[in-house]
């Protein structure tokens, strides 16, 4: 890679030595001249609707009208300050009676903090936060889990923990005054909340079971990694990509299983062979809304795998520059296709290349078509001769303090100390020697919680947060899932 200096993560083996990896991104490309992929297109459509200024990217003045309530906080004031200017500090310091006083400072609890993964819980729980983390690929150690146990369970029955369906953790209960200190707790264990909601760059999913399972195609780790280090510059704050027109997801596939649901993410790297060489063809723009849903689509283009990073960042500054900042329904960025064409925003993307060149696609597709999708909860084998991975089912995702810590201590005891969290809110624990298995499955919390073989309904079971702690949500939704799964298990018809 010659416009990036990086070194992989070890893989998490036990008795395997981790190394800090490390990336540092290269100068802003200048964009080049349309391209006949837009030829169609007026020009000044094609213009760039964000300009820098102080080392943020901010809405030119030409484009500001119409905009939605969202882009004029933004305007109002850098969300990013919060964090790399250490605002944090001081409005943490400010009581709630205060903060209300000040629409200025009202905006930052409910929108500007959620660039540091902070989400105000107005509604149903005044004065609290949910915090989401950055985890890419789901992968987590003993360590950061017992950190987060710590963290919720100062706060009794408001707090607990979710697996989210970007493999992810969602802790709650939070109170402002005590977010820098959670912070620096986070860094101290390697984790970080930065940059995990509104208009940024989601949670990096990839294959779960990366780097042990028998029949991958290959290990997603080292990408996922990467591209959370570039999206945060190495934990520091990348505002190249922080002022987005909406959120937008990135996955990385590595098996036949599709287990990282590629289609509705807004680029899916697809592992493909182009003459010898390992690369990705790539889909864009999936998503799904309460107003549309719409699924990935070719962009017509490979890059070796060398060059993740690069077109992530064209694609990510396309959508940036180009993609409307109006109605919010209509932001994401598959409209932004609509709009251009997919060659349209395909050569939109190759301008923002280093070189400007973006190779077709290949047709030596990896994944395989006609596959049975595995299922990854229960006792399975590794790559790794005599050692296997146990899958477990979490109940909608939710977890409280104490689950964390028995959870952390399984992982220890049976394992190499990991954990690696799922799309579908469940947890594998990786590498256990099979002559401990037995032991492992008469664990109290296997036998009462999280079992490795849920029945049939249960185990395909998710469920959103629900109004106890969304203020969008209508109804209750995690006991109510579990309440109907469970008597559908119980009726005949279920046997």
């Known amino acids: 890679m010659s416009s990036l200096s990086v070194r992989f993560l070890a893989s998490s083996l036990p008795d395997s030595n981790r190394s800090r990896s490390r990336l540092f991104a290269t100068p802003a490309q200048t964009v080049a001249p349309s391209s006949p992929g837009t030829a169609g297109i007026d020009t000044v459509r094609l213009e760039p609707r964000v300009e820098e200024r102080d080392g943020y990217w901010v809405l030119k003045e030409k484009f500001r009208e119409g905009i939605n309530p969202q882009e004029k906080v933004k305007l109002q004031k850098e969300p990013m300050k919060l964090f790399i200017e250490n605002d944090i500090d001081e409005l943490a310091e400010i009581p709630l009676e205060e903060i209300e006083k000040s629409k200025l400072t009202k905006d930052d609890i409910d929108v500007r ?128 990509v922080t002022n987005l027109p909406r959120k937008w997801n990135v996955c990385v596939v590595g098996s036949h299983d599709l287990y990282e649901h590629p289609h509705i993410n807004d680029l899916a790297y697809m592992p493909a062979t182009k003459n010898g060489k390992f690369g990705f063809n790539l889909l864009v723009g999936g998503f799904f809304s309460p107003k549309r849903c719409a699924e990935a689509i070719p962009l017509d283009a490979w890059v070796p795998a060398d060059d993740v990073i690069q077109v992530c960042k064209a694609v990510l500054e396309a959508y940036r520059d180009l993609g409307t900042r109006g109605n919010r329904q209509k932001t994401r960025m598959m409209w932004l296709i609509d709009e251009l064409g997919i060659e349209g925003f395909r050569s939109e993307v190759v301008k923002r290349m280093p070189q400007q060149e973006l190779e077709r696609s290949s047709a030596e597709d990896l994944v395989q078509k006609q596959w049975e999708r595995r299922d990854y909860l229960g006792v399975h084998p590794q790559k790794q001769e005599g050692f296997s991975y146990v899958g477990l089912h979490i109940p909608v995702g939710r977890v409280q303090a104490d689950d964390m810590d028995e959870l952390a201590r399984i992982a220890d005891e049976y394992g190499s100390g990991e954990l690696r969290l799922t799309v579908e809110q469940n947890i594998i624990i990786p590498n256990i020697e099979n002559s401990n298995i037995e032991a492992l499955l008469k664990e109290p919390l296997l036998k009462d919680r999280f079992s490795p073989e849920p029945p049939l309904l249960m185990k395909g079971l998710v469920a959103c947060t629900g109004n106890q702690f969304c203020g969008q949500a209508i109804i209750e939704t995690k006991a109510r899932a579990l309440k109907v799964t469970r008597g559908g298990a119980e009726a005949s018809f279920c046997d």
């Open 113 to 240: 903090l959620k660039w540091l993964g902070l989400f105000h819980r107005r509604k149903h729980q005044y004065g609290r936060f949910m915090m989401r983390l950055k985890l890419p690929n789901g992968v987590t150690t003993s360590a950061q889990t017992r950190y987060l146990a710590s963290v919720i369970k100062q706060y009794g029955k408001e707090g607990c923990a979710d697996v989210t369906t970007r493999q992810n953790w969602q802790i709650r209960g939070v109170v402002l005054p005590d977010v820098p200190e959670i912070l620096k707790g986070l860094a101290e264990v390697g984790l970080t909340s930065l940059q995990s909601g509104m208009d940024n760059v989601r949670n990096p999913v990839g294959n779960p079971l990366a780097g042990i399972d028998p029949l991958e195609i290959v290990d997603t780790r080292p990408y996922t990694v990467l591209l959370s280090q570039f999206i945060t510059a190495n934990l520091r704050g990348n505002p190249a």
